[in-house]
Structure formats: C-alpha cells, structure tokens
C-alpha cells in the first residue's frame, strides 16, 4: 500500500499519519468480522453451526437443508457463524455543486482526500474497500476487496474523477445499494444538496437491509456564513448558465435560516434512521476532524 508520500498528490500526508493507528468500526452487527470487532451470522460456508430458521422468499435455493426437509416436509435454511472481513463502501458526491471552494478547499478535493484516507484506513485494518463515484448517475462502481494492490484500483479512480453534473444523490444511493451483495458500512461524502425526505427514505431502506451508514457532510465555510459583501454574481455550478445578481446583505438572513433548516432536518433525520451523520467543514482540518470522528466512534463500540 502506497506510503503518505506517495499520496500526497490527493491528501496531505499529514492527515493520514493522524488516523493510520485508528480504527474504522461497526456500530452494529454485519456480515464481517475483525479480531473479534465485527461478528455475525451468515448463511452457509463456515464450519461452526449456529441455528435453524425458515425458508422466506428470496434465500437461495442451495442453503436448503434437505435432510431436515425429508423429516419435517418443511423448508428450512442454516445458519453459521462465519468471520470475513468488514465490507466497506465509500460513496463519492462528484456533482457540480461539489467544485465550490473559496477561502478552502474545494469540497470535492476535502472529500475526495477524505475518500483517500477512509479507504487506506479499512485496507490497513485488513477489511475491505470499495468506492463509488456519483453525479447524476452512477459514474464508477468499484466493488469492496481486501487484496493488497486494491488501493491502487481505488487510488486510479480517485485521481481521474471530477465534479461535474447534477445531484441525484438519493437515486444513486438505490444504485449502489443493488450492488452490495452483502451487509456492510457505506460512507457518504457529499454536500447532500438533495430533497432531505428523499434521501431520508433511501437511508432508511439502506438501514433496513442491515447496512451501516455514516454520512460525512462537506460543505464549505461560505455557504455556511454566507459572507459575501457588495453585489455578487452566483452561477450555478450544475446547470450551467444559470446565474443570478444580487446584494448579499439583502438575503442573508433568509438564506442562513434556509441553510440551518435543512441542517436541523438532516440531522435530525439521519438520527431517527440510526446513520452517524458528521459535519466537516472545509476549513477543519481533515485529519484532526477523522481522528476526532474515529476516537468518539471506537468508544461507542466499545461500549455496546
């Protein structure tokens, strides 16, 4: 795996020294298992045994245990406990509204070095990584693997991707989610410049089929403050064209309410769901806001 020099084109090397002893942890119980963290019970293929359950629409016909079939006249599956690693899934936001950046970073290259650093982290933990790159569609599908020169996959198609296009954020969620073969951790980094109660929806079917999810929220000290002065000109940065001219002084009041609303309702929503919802403004320093994230999260497994 490629050491933080090397990376340094996508990340500051000093974000990643301040994570490279932490963890990535589930907060629930999936289909992975690391030194005891992640356990659960899977259907077939492990040599220790846990229980009987019945047949329900969908299982796979070869999980079928016949000789309990032949007694009972009834379908039945097995259950066994088996230790696989953590699968883990990093969903990249790459619509246009991600390029904005003024006084920091842009919020594609924060989240995109984020990306870097999350996807190192869980290979060096042995568990595996995937990612996903989305705008108006699904744009690259990169399934989870552990296998040592994988982060080179991922690396490559951190490099080439650019922001561009409209959100869809919450269709491309139910993409992704037809692609997980398995219940593990997706991590969302976006602005979520969505409908909340679409996106709230399609958390929840994600929580329902046993996922993990942690949404890392990037957005940019600017739209948060709202700090411009004098008369301003904003294009939109995914329909192109369209653009407006207006006095921030004006506006401000209304738009800082509109802003904090839909960070209440996201919040708020994301705790319903159970999914771990992480502000990271641009400004903060990433590898301090991860450290800081990693720490409260390790406690919270711990004591469960």
Known sequence: ?????????????????????LELLSTRVIDGI???????????????FAEHRAYTMGDEIRQIDWKVYAKSDRYY??????QTCLQTLVVLDASGSMKFGLNAPPKFAYARALAVCLTRLVLRQSDAAGLAVVDDDLRAYIPPRSTPNHFQSLLSELKS??????????????????????RGLIVLLSDCFDDVEHL?????????????????????PEELTFEFSGWSRFRCLEQLGMKLDLDPAFVRKEYLA?????????KQRCGELGCDYVPMPTDRNLGEALAHYLKRRAARVKVQ
């Open 77 to 82: 599956i097995k259950q066994y406990i088996e």
């Open 258 to 266: 509109n802003v904090q609303t839909f960070l209440k309702q996201l």
């Open 1 to 21: 795996m490629p050491a933080p020099a090397e990376i340094a084109g996508l990340i500051n090397p000093g974000d990643v020294t301040q994570v490279e002893n």
């Open 200 to 220: 709230a929806k399609v958390f929840q079917m994600i929580r329902t089929r046993g996922h993990d999810v942690i949404l890392f929220h990037i957005m940019a």
């Open 161 to 182: 991707a650019s922001p561009q296009g409209e959100t869809s954020l919450a269709d491309n969620l139910q993409k992704v989610l037809r692609r997980m073969k398995r």
């Open 34 to 48: 690391l030194s005891g963290r992640h356990k659960s019970k899977l259907k077939g293929g492990s040599a220790e």
